[in-house]
């Protein structure tokens, strides 16, 4: 099995900044691309940021303000998040696509970590 584990969500202010990780470990055979997604009360699970052969893409809310990186020895992605504002606050998932052996994908979640930016 897969496990994903998320640290680094927490209380700051508007403008401050925080930097989420999370570790994959387990059976892997490939991993396709890695993620960050949230989801504020309310409404639904959107994309944060992504990275997918080196390439990353952003919500437009974020761009300029949150990178995505990917340490790949390490099977780790992080998202450093500046100027945060309250509209960001929301618990933000880490999420993993992976290919297995026989070339399955499969789709991976963390249990979430709560980020919460007070204005």
């Known amino acids: 099995q897969v496990q994903l584990v998320e640290s680094g969500g927490g209380l700051v202010q508007a403008g401050g900044s925080l930097r989420l990780s999370c570790v994959v470990s387990?059976?892997?055979?490939?991993?396709?691309?890695m993620g960050w997604y949230r989801q504020a009360p309310g409404k639904q699970r959107e994309l944060v940021a992504a990275?997918?052969?080196?390439?990353?893409n952003y919500a437009e809310s974020v761009k300029g303000r949150f990178t995505i990186s990917r340490d790949n020895g390490k099977n780790t992605v992080s998202l450093q998040m500046n100027s945060l504002k309250p509209e960001d606050t929301a618990v933000y998932y880490c999420?993993?696509?992976?290919?297995?052996?026989?070339?399955?994908?499969?789709?991976?979640w963390g249990k979430g970590t709560l980020v919460t930016v007070s204005s």
């Open positions: 999420n993993v696509q992976t290919v297995t052996r026989a070339y399955n994908d499969m789709n991976y």
């Open positions: 387990g059976s892997i055979f490939s991993i396709n691309a």
């Open positions: 990275i997918r052969s080196g390439r990353t």
